[in-house]
């Protein structure tokens, strides 16, 4: 490598450009950071990737990159590597690597790993380089491969069959379009029902209180009639005693945000969407103002806690430290293995001239770290229990009238004193007594924030893709963002598309799809980066169940001919409708269909899925 500025010596590699600005200010003038705005390779064929596990090199990133090192680097001296410290930043670095390999045999390269953009962190990373970690590049390599395949096989079909319609599948993109189709369809499927109840009020000392009377431990009933003979019943018999109940409860101490965490608790409480706070967590982190982003742990360091916990002492006292120390769950090599997200210096009260929404985020992440190392405050409970002196077809008739009591002030939590109703008579009679009809509704269509607590739970995805999805359903328009009147997380309802696009996807790939198949899939991700399982064993039972399947898809999709498409959905019979061009004089358009076992579909009417009913028409789709 030739060097044209003998100034600069060493050479410092990240994947951000806004992460490379901030650590040059902190290197001074013997270092050069460079960036390679993420992966530098496309993928090869998957037989070739199954083989060699190799890329092909992206020329444009490339070749400037190339340029850059060789403005900046004497041969002989340090290259640093300091990719973000997952399976894909580790991926980067290897991509990195290979090049400067091939470039230069004899030039020194150095893999760095930090958790945080600081420049302590920085120079305790640079004075302690590691090996590069290969078990986290081959888990890096198989999880692009797999999504790669998904995004070459599963959406050329679904694309094809859908008459160019629905773009892409995705093994994260899809299960999660496939937890919005869930709601949607329970929400089509409801039916509203009416219920009855009782209820009236009563005056203790000063206030009133409204309740709702039980019988036989339910509340409210179906029937109109057993209702209204409760309501006699307490009408004739309005005399109840009283009996209280008190207890305290120190609230459980909160955790550490981790990535879904501070995504959900973002989008309600300051009304960003998921994309919104993820790029603020990003921007964040690259300015050194928080730890690394993209995690699934809810611990933090000794060293970190004991800072945090000395800020709480000199603050507010030691009274409000926490001696709880929180159980950290088994570490996973990729994610869980890094810190739960925190302020990397806790004095820092604003981050800098990062915008208000960015400032309130990092306020946000700054107050929960605090909270999680102070001790939480005690809740006093009481409990009135108010009896009928007489009994309803042997059962009691009871209501209850609740009341909570904080004695103590602690920082940052909401304080609610609250105070004890004051029980002055042991009986006690009703007033206003009414009978109420109400409507059952159905539960409202899920949220960003849902949706990426739900990805968590189920183990689908990880960190780095639960904002990315959620936006690429909305750029596929397989959903769309209703917002709520009070701001803050939108509703995503399934739109049309998104339902041929489901409705297709559990139909012929079902099992690619399913939450636990896809959930196993990460966990062999993290058996490969933990190293207790091979790259070559992933790839060939994994290469041997999708070609199954893609050869029995192919097989069921083709026997039409070349020209058939997938129409829809045959809403009673729940077959496929296709189209299919006839190959005579006047290019009739014909229909073809699965028939499903066991029933006679012969001479029905077809009628296909809503999407397309403006494009045919209807007798074109009569068998």
Known sequence: MKATNFLLRNVLIVESPNKARVISSYLGKDWRVLSTKGHISYMFSIDTIKRVGLHSWDKAKVNALKRDVEAAHVEGDRICIATDPDREGELIASEVMLLLKKMS??????????????????TKALSKPVELNKD???????????????????SRHLNDQSSGNCKSAGRVQ???????????????????????????KFTLGTETHKVTFSHNKSANSREEDSRKKLLAHIEKHNNFKIKEKTTSKREAG???????????EATNSLKMSAKEVSAGLQKLFEVGAITYHRTDSTDISPAARKAICDYINSK??????????????????????????????????????????????????????????????????????????????????????????CREAVPLFKQNPGSFITV??????????????????????????????????????????YASTVQTLLDRQYVAAAQKKSGGSAFLDITELGIIADDFMQRNFSKWIDFKFTSRLEKSLDKIANGTLKKADFLNAFCADISEDLSTFNRWANRLNHNAKFMGIHKK?????????????????????????????????YTINPYYKNMYKRSDFVV
């Open 573 to 605: 019979h729940k077959v496929n409708i296709w189209k299919q061009f006839k190959q005579n004089h006047i290019g009739d358009i014909g229909v073809s269909y699965d028939i499903p076992a066991g029933e006679d579909v012969q001479s029905k009417s």
């Open 105 to 122: 045999k004899t030039t020194k390269l150095e893999r760095v790993v930090y958790k945080e953009v600081t420049k302590l962190a920085i």
């Open 136 to 154: 986290l590049v081959d888990a890096g390599n198989c999880r692009r491969l797999v999504d790669w395949w998904f995004g070459i096989a599963a």
């Open 174 to 200: 899809t299960p999660a379009l496939s937890l919005i189709a869930i709601r949607d369809k329970e929400r089509k499927e409801f039916v509203s029902e009416t219920l009855f109840s009782v209820q009236g």
């Open 424 to 465: 002055d008579k042991k009986t006690i009679s009703a007033t206003n007594l009414t009978l109420k009809q109400d409507k059952t509704v159905t539960k409202p269509s899920l949220t960003e924030a849902l949706v990426i607590s739900n990805l968590k739970k189920h183990g689908i995805g990880r960190p780095a893709t």
């Open 254 to 264: 909160l955790d550490f945000f981790d990535t879904a965490s501070v995504l959900k």
């Open 316 to 405: 507010y006292g030691e009274q409000f430290v926490s001696k709880e120390k929180k159980q950290k769950k088994e570490a996973k090599v990729g994610t869980e293995a890094h810190e739960a997200i925190r302020p990397t210096n806790v004095n820092v009260l604003t981050p800098g001239d990062l915008g208000n929404e960015i400032c309130d985020l990092y306020t946000l992440i700054r107050q929960r770290t605090l909270k999680a190392c102070l001790v939480p405050p005690v809740r006093h409970h009481q409990v009135l229990t108010l009896t009928c002196a007489e009994k309803l077809d042997g059962e009691s008739v009871t209501a209850s009238i609740t009341s909570t009591e």
